[in-house]
């Protein structure tokens, strides 16, 4: 199981609301707020990354189950041919001989050519399933990657948060805010797709 990206908030809190406490102003409560809003949504994000992720990863281990009973399918199928040819060649033996084969190694020949277009139906049918299954663990991992990201782009949000209460640049808090918004993007992007 991945692990799930890690927001460390509690430290970054604490120093911002002893900076309130200090110097007090608007410019520090609204990053103080801004920081906690980027925090909550990293922290929801963090939690979509890991679900997607280990959900991505219970598909392929479906999809390499369906990929086994595939597999087994065309092995019975290869069996099933592999006896009609044997039934085959005791009917030429018999043949060959001027004789007419026995009607039961005819039909079972004919039984056992019957019962491969069943399999192979079968393996068939497996097979697209474990495609399918393939296609939407690919999807989900594409989208736990964007919500990795996402959840990068709000932890760097929230340090650039961290050094505006300590400089106080306002540039370095619009900065934060650009960041968090693309985060937010990078969230909603999958549903807008």
Same mark, same amino acid.
């Given at each position: 199981?991945?692990?799930?990206?890690?927001?460390?908030? $509690?430290?970054?809190?604490?120093?911002?609301? $002893? %900076?309130?406490?200090?110097?007090?102003?608007?410019?520090?409560?609204?990053?103080?707020?801004?920081?906690?809003?980027?925090?909550?949504?990293?922290?929801?994000?963090? $939690?979509?990354?890991?679900?997607?992720?280990?959900?991505?990863?219970?598909?392929?281990?479906?999809?390499? %189950?369906?990929?086994?009973?595939?597999?087994? %399918? &065309?092995?019975?199928?290869?069996? +099933?041919?592999? +006896?009609?040819?044997?039934?085959?060649?005791?009917?030429?033996? &018999?043949?060959?001989?001027?004789?007419?084969?026995?009607?039961?190694?005819?039909?079972?020949?004919?039984?056992?050519?019957?019962?491969?277009?069943?399999?192979?139906? $079968?393996?068939?049918?497996?097979?697209?399933?474990?495609?399918?299954?393939?296609?939407?663990?690919?999807?989900?991992?594409?989208?736990?990657?964007?919500?990795?990201?996402?959840?990068?782009?709000?932890?760097?949000?929230?340090?650039?948060?961290?050094?505006?209460?300590?400089?106080?640049?306002?540039?370095?808090?619009?900065?934060?805010?650009?960041?968090?918004?693309?985060?937010?993007?990078?969230?909603?992007?999958?549903?807008?797709?």
């Amino acid at each position: 199981m991945p692990e799930e990206p890690e927001v460390e908030t $509690e430290k970054l809190h604490e120093m911002i609301h $002893e %900076q309130l406490e200090h110097a007090g102003g608007g410019l520090l409560r609204r990053v103080a707020l801004t920081t906690a809003l980027l925090a909550a949504i990293a922290a929801l994000a963090a $939690e979509q990354a890991g679900g997607t992720a280990n959900e991505a990863l219970a598909l392929r281990t479906e999809a390499a %189950q369906l990929q086994a009973q595939a597999s087994d %399918q &065309w092995a019975y199928y290869q069996a +099933k041919g592999i +006896k009609a040819e044997v039934r085959e060649a005791t009917a030429s033996v &018999w043949r060959a001989a001027g004789k007419s084969p026995p009607a039961e190694i005819v039909a079972a020949a004919q039984r056992e050519t019957a019962a491969q277009a069943v399999i192979e139906r $079968e393996a068939r049918r497996l097979e697209r399933e474990r495609d399918a299954k393939v296609a939407e663990s690919r999807e989900l991992m594409h989208r736990h990657e964007l919500l990795a990201f996402a959840v990068a782009l709000f932890q760097v949000a929230i340090a650039l948060g961290a050094v505006t209460a300590l400089t106080r640049i306002r540039a370095l808090w619009w900065a934060s805010l650009l960041t968090g918004a693309v985060g937010i993007v990078l969230i909603a992007l999958p549903s807008l797709r």
